[in-house]
């Protein structure tokens, strides 16, 4: 006999439209949440019988059934569980035992331990209340001699309790939907709401629809199981064709065996996969089983580059597995995807806080206990266990890249041009990841060779060790001392100071003095565009020198992290000066020309303040060329950074140097016929030569260049 009850315990009218519509912000939600309360109740019977406090039946298997019916506009939730008596029914479903609202709300925020679990319902299960008009609980507890009870609820604060007529342990919820929820009556609205939110719950999920027509299938007797429905047996005689022999005789072959077969109905596929890879030990899983998961779960069928097995005990408990993907950076979006679980149920796939912000781009999922199932990112904005995580994640990322680099480097190089902005990013945005990878930075230089920065210094000091050998050889030093001695002594890491010991000029002031100096450092030079830079790529490489190729947005503001961390070093661009080996070494003192040379210029492209000079080059074959200094050019990208075009560079340190080679035959030209009628032409000529080899011309710049190469081409054709 039915009987009606009080209100429900939760003293306030206003519980269901709270959490209707703040509680959760999606709606299918409730699914999640109703098959988390089974998985549970599951668990718990299967403790119990581990405890020897009950004995599961020798065929019990663990399952959850789903069951939406379209025509009854219903949705059933079946577990085979721990069940409910009436009195657990009234203290788990109707006591909740919150004095208000509020305080239930705030008290179920910090339900996270493992003796609260969702599985004792309460909230979790008034999820159902957001689709469902009306609810019913159809329940039998383990117990012995336990009678099935039957529950009902329209949405009110009342309900009615009778006895049930169910006949096997466990708890069926039925849910009768409202008008606006129809859509959860759909078994292909279901089955995504589920793959969505259940499909690594530790317990198979079967979903169905009622009254559908049983469907068939067939498969080879010999794999025939216990539970399957035998609904016809097929036997298939082997079949022969007759084949002519080489002799010319002909035999039977046997083409198809017999076959023995038989028709089932159809198996139910589970839509859970309930032992899924991140809960497996690394030692367990393949390559292959980390790329087949990948592609499962985010539906990227470009293998990822590489990936992190994250198993973590203690301080907190952690599993899960981050891929890092393969990027095309000209089509695709860099933000990647983290899928977040607790105890394998899905929480949320767009909490970026437990993510450093430079591995963004990182697909992957995270299992850990202690977040809550109702996360929310406002939630974790501020939360120091977060912080942890996020502070973990980037330790086991760094130990991942150095060791990689330590023991496989061939595979990391092949890595690097993909992973290298993210890390750079990393590196300036978190100390301790730049202190973990900072020696495991590479730097691909001019021939396409990766290098350490280590790497990088020893090059150039190299470079540097010929260059003072040649100085002292020619006589040139800043010291008379005997410098056929001193070549070997170079190799230090300064060379300077060790030649100045040599000479026998230290004293104990000038050794302070030296102390109080900057470091010595060593220059390593960068290209930025390998075409744009090819002339000057050219003249290093005719003179043994080296470069890096930085030329990712990054890389102006990480070699500036990285000056500011090693001392001793600083990078310079290869056209912010002439090196010295790029020079010849003359007698010849240019002093007037470069003083007419400057005036003619400045005059004939009307820039007053243009800086010239003129140097004897080593390769005759250029005219002309333009420096811009290392500090100026950091500061025009800091001010296109900021939005600052509109200033002047020039207020900052100077603008472009034009040098001009005083061996090629256009510079003596000009210079001999400052005056001459094709003067003007050569000098605009020779700027925009040069100013081309530095960057791309202006459209209008480009116009009038083009246009005078004409002019000049018919000059040449009189």
């Known amino acids: 006999m039915a009987e009606k009850h009080g209100n429900l315990s939760i003293n306030s009218d206003n519980i269901f439209p709270i959490i209707k519509k703040w509680m959760y912000s999606d709606h299918d939600i409730f699914v999640r949440e109703l098959i988390s309360n089974g998985c549970d ?35 059933k939730f079946i577990d085979n569980g721990i069940g409910m008596t009436a009195d657990e029914v ?21 339900k996270t331990n493992a003796d609260q679990m969702i599985g004792h319902f309460g909230l979790g299960f008034y999820s159902a209340f957001m689709v469902a008009d009306d609810v019913h609980i159809d329940t039998l507890s383990y117990k012995e001699g336990a009678a099935p009870v039957h529950w009902e609820c329209d949405g009110s604060t009342e309900y009615t309790m009778q006895d049930g007529d169910r006949t096997v342990v466990g708890t069926e919820i ?44 067939t498969i080879d007797e010999k794999d025939l199981r216990d539970d399957d429905v035998v609904v016809e047996h097929i036997h298939e005689d082997a079949k022969y064709e007759e084949k002519e022999k080489e002799d010319g005789t002909k035999e039977q072959v046997e083409v198809s065996p017999e076959k023995n077969q038989v028709k089932i109905n159809k198996r139910p596929v589970s839509l859970s996969d309930t032992h899924p890879l991140w809960t497996r030990h690394p030692n367990e899983c393949s390559d292959d089983d980390y790329k087949d998961f990948y592609r499962k779960v985010f539906n990227d069928y470009r293998e990822p580059l590489f990936w992190i097995h994250l198993n973590m005990d203690y301080p907190f408990n952690l599993k899960g597995i981050l891929y890092f993907p393969r990027i095309n950076t000209e089509y695709d979006s860099i933000e990647g995807t983290i899928k977040l679980y607790n105890n394998q149920v899905f929480i949320a796939d767009n909490i970026k806080e437990v993510i ?30 977060v912080k942890k995580i996020s502070d973990y994640i980037s330790k086991k990322f760094a130990d991942k890249l150095s060791g990689m680099c330590k023991t496989d480097r061939e595979t990391y190089e092949n890595f690097w041009d ?79 100071e060790t030649a100045s010991e040599d000479n026998g000029e230290a004293s104990a002031d000038s050794s302070n003095d030296q102390e109080a100096k900057e470091p010595e450092k060593t220059t390593i030079y960068y290209v930025t565009d390998e075409i744009q830079q090819s002339q000057y790529i050219n003249m290093f490489r005719a003179q043994g020198m080296d470069a890096v190729i930085l030329k990712h947005n990054i890389d102006s503001a990480f070699i500036s ?9 600083r990078f310079q661009r290869i056209d912010a000066d002439l090196t010295s080996d790029m020079k010849e070494e003359s007698s010849e003192d240019l002093t007037d020309a470069t003083k007419t040379l400057t ?22 074959n250029i005219s002309a060329m333009v420096t811009l200094s290392e500090e ?9 950074m900021y939005g600052m075009t509109g200033m002047d560079p020039s207020m900052f340190g100077g603008q472009e140097t034009l040098v001009l080679n005083a061996k090629h035959p256009l510079v003596k030209y000009v210079l001999e016929h400052g005056d001459g009628e094709n003067t003007p032409l050569f000098c605009e000529q020779l700027y925009d030569l040069a100013m081309i080899s530095h960057k791309p011309l202006d459209p209008d710049s480009m116009t009038k260049f083009v246009n005078r190469s004409n002019q000049i081409m018919m000059l040449l054709a009189k």
Do not use: W
């Open 174 to 217: 039925t849910l009768y939907l409202n008008e606006d929820c129809l859509e959860f009556s759909n078994e292909y609205r279901v089955r995504e709401v589920i793959e969505k939110y259940c499909s690594f719950m530790p317990v198979e999920i079967f979903l169905s629809k009622a009254n559908a027509p049983q469907e068939y299938e």
């Open 632 to 640: 100026n050019r950091r500061m025009q990208e800091m001010m296109r």
């Open 599 to 620: 005036d003619l210029f400045r005059k004939v492209l009307d820039k007053k303040d243009l800086e010239v000079k003129v140097e004897n080059l080593k390769d005759e």
């Open 561 to 569: 992290h990285v000056e500011r961390i090693k001392e001793n070093v």
């Open 90 to 110: 009234e203290e788990y479903i109707t006591q909740i035992a919150f004095s208000g609202a509020t305080e239930f709300l705030e008290k179920y925020k910090d």
């Open 41 to 75: 109740a599951i668990t718990k019977l299967k403790k119990l019988d581990g405890m020897g406090e009950y004995e599961l039946p020798e065929d019990y298997k663990a399952r959850i059934q789903v069951i939406v019916n379209p025509e009854d506009k219903t949705l």
């Open 356 to 385: 450093p912000e430079y591995l963004m781009l990182l697909k992957g999922v995270i299992d850990c206990p202690d977040f809550p199932l109702n996360v929310s990112r406002s939630a974790l904005q501020n939360d120091g266990f």
């Open 418 to 496: 993909d992973i290298n902005p993210f890390l750079k990013f990393g590196c300036i945005k978190d100390e301790k990841f730049s202190d973990k990878m900072m020696d495991y930075m590479l730097y691909k230089n001019i021939d396409g060779k990766y290098l350490t920065l280590e790497d990088c210094i020893k090059e150039n000091q190299k470079t540097e060790e010929t260059d003072s050998t040649a100085t002292d050889e020619n006589g040139s030093s800043e010291t008379d001392g005997d410098a056929s001695g001193s070549s070997d002594e170079t190799a230090s890491d300064s060379s300077k």
